[in-house]
């Protein structure tokens, strides 16, 4: 076997795993490490548990903050996202359910190419609008390109290969199966399948270390997923410290005329 | 959107803090130094980093904000002095990104290795620079953070970044002369205890000339069943005036125990914007004060980011308030158990409870002069979410009220532009054009009374009329209240 294979056959696919995991692990472990000395949610905000869980599940299925405050990209955002979701579940169905499309019917296994055009229509969308309007360029470094460039080659790729039937879908099926049950078979060398498949790899190892970590570090959100309770239910800051104030007895000694004018002892009843 | 890369906004600079006051407020590297020149400690970059490493450690929502940030540009449109300047820098994102950018060189495995690839710099003078000034062209509204799909809220940022600056020795000269205020006399308008006492008595001749009541205002009462505490730019006149007045009115009619304080007249806090020590410090002396007298709960006025202090973060910073007694309307018999921990009460609160169970006796027909309108202030409206109370009100004591633009109202409002520090007169131009959206709308509802529940609104709103010369009233809401008072 090509050595070059075998790495990324059987070595990289595990280490992208792993970095995957243990990264978003230890990235969530890290802000989780961190207190939150304050109950700051931003207001209007829920005052019951039920209520922050409604409003983190419109967050999560609506996106609703960004439908808000900027409709196209709602669009854009939601339409790659509801592609992303529908593909990493078709690909699970593929190697993990085989016999799932059977149920759901074939039809659907069709139908998911279909939102993989979605996807890349979203994701160019993206891409251009992060050129073309000037305040999103101007926010927009070498990194937030590349996993763009990154993610439409990926799809692309899936795509292209699905459609024109470049790949056998079974051998990689069970290769991809192989490799989650840790007793992996050789990968088919497929150059198209191979090069969507290290660029995934590359993905995984990219999430943990990016801003794509959002995909955990939404849910940590303080400003939403506090109750609006604050004066209700004391809030501890762990890390409080005494501070010295000027004292009663300091002031009253600083303005003692002008206090006893007011009444004896500064008192005016 | 258009943006303007020249920097346009990049000449607002706050005036630099006075060396006195670095030394009263024992601030570090008490130093003579201007906007123009910072004269920095040698060690400064050593002590920014330090400090950096220390808030991005201690606020799980700064670290995890400068993290997750996609870049997806939803908040680059909704901040009012980006809007008002076409400054990029002053998009939400890149104003984050000012800090976030020294905090991934030094902070993150990427940054370190990858550099300006991922957006990471070095930490210059330069960046110092950048930093006094779009930090402090942020009035720590919380817009943003509304639309932004993460919630990711700029205003806490800065709260971490402006503790940075303070450690390095820069601070604006609109927040400290305030503090040290504050801190030595007991309020930020430097107001002693005799100028106190004369402006409540000059508030006493006026109700009596106005309504022919006599009222007398109680002061450093102990034992009195509630401390009131307004923020103290009512003691000194202008548009602030006739909230105070209105209040002390109410209170006559419903027969309150109430005092003020001379100690703690001070209900805004200024610290809140410099860094936790000062705000804890200033928030401190209300709840000595209330342990001093034996009051029962705390009554607080019309001020906005007071507020954000009383409702977010007093309890925390000085709590538990275990002296006190869960708040209980002794008119109304209300208990507000939404404040059974801090013990604090806000006047609109109070006042539409008195509304509901019909203990005031309103003509609201006192107001039909005005065509009134509503200005949400940033800290009612995003940090308390107090937005139904004061509408409630409003509409109880006069006939006439209009609602803004829901684009610039409730959750969504645009600010008066003016917290933060930035009520300062160097700033102005910078709020004219940054507060542009909000003065247009209230245009547009055709109001010729700007009712409004934060001092700095009331100040700031004045200014930009006159300079706008459009024939709009700015107050209180409960100036409108004290007009419609019925005395018999």
Known sequence: ?269 | MKIDRSLPARKYKLYATWKRDMETMKLPFPREWSHTNFNLPPNWKEIALKKMDEVVNKFRSVKLFLDICVKCGACTDKCPFFLGTLDPNNMPVARQDLFRSVYKRYFTLTGKIFRGFVGAEELTEETVELWYTYFYQCSQCRRCSVFCPYGIDTAEIMIAAREVLTAIGLSPRSLTEAIAKCETIGNHMGIPPAALLSAIQFAEEEIKEETGIDIKVPINKKGAEILYVPPSADFFGGPHWGTLKGALKMFHQIGLDYTISTYASEGGNFGTWLGYEHMKKINRKLVEEAKRLGVKWILGGECGHMWRVIHAFMDTMNGPLDFLEEPVSPITGTKFEHAASTKMVHICEFTADLIKHQKLKLNPDANNQYIVTYHDSCNPARVMGLIEEPRYILKNVCRNYVELDPNVNREKTICCCAGGGLLADETIELRLKAVRPKIEAIKRAGANFLACICAIDKAAFTEYFEHYKLPITVGGVHELVGNALVFD
């Open chain 1, 1 to 269: 076997m090509d050595p070059l294979i075998f790495l990324v056959g059987y070595i990289t696919p595990y280490i992208a795993f792993f970095t995957l995991i243990f990264g978003l692990i230890y990235r969530v472990a890290r802000w989780l490490s961190i207190p939150v000395p304050f109950r700051f949610p931003v207001a209007p905000a829920p005052i019951t548990y039920t209520g922050v869980l409604k409003r983190m599940s419109l967050e999560f299925f609506a996106f609703r903050s960004l439908l808000k405050g900027n409709k196209k990209l709602w669009i854009g955002g939601y339409v790659f996202h509801v592609a992303l979701a529908i593909t990493l579940v078709s690909h699970i169905i593929n190697v993990y359910f085989h016999d799932l499309w059977s149920i759901i019917g074939y039809g659907w296994y069709e139908a998911v190419l279909y939102s993989g055009i979605f996807f890349l229509a979203a994701l160019a969308f993206l891409f251009v609008r992060r050129i073309v309007l000037p305040n999103v360029r101007y926010i927009s470094k070498v990194s937030d390109y590349i996993i763009l460039i990154l993610l439409i080659s990926i799809v692309f790729l899936g795509v292209y290969m699905r459609s024109f039937g470049l790949v056998d879908m079974a051998s990689v099926s069970s290769y991809m199966y192989s490799l989650l049950t840790f007793n992996p078979i050789p990968p088919p060398e497929n150059l198209w399948f191979l090069t969507h498949f290290v660029l995934a790899q590359a993905l995984f190892i990219y999430i943990p270390f990016s801003k794509v970590s959002h995909l955990i570090g939404w849910i940590l959100s303080t400003t939403r997923n506090m109750r609006n309770i604050t004066r209700w239910r004391r809030h501890v800051n762990p890390w409080d410290y005494p501070v010295e104030v000027i004292t009663w007895d300091e002031y009253y000694h600083k303005f003692k005329d002008e206090l006893e004018a007011i009444g004896p002892g500064g008192e005016r009843r």
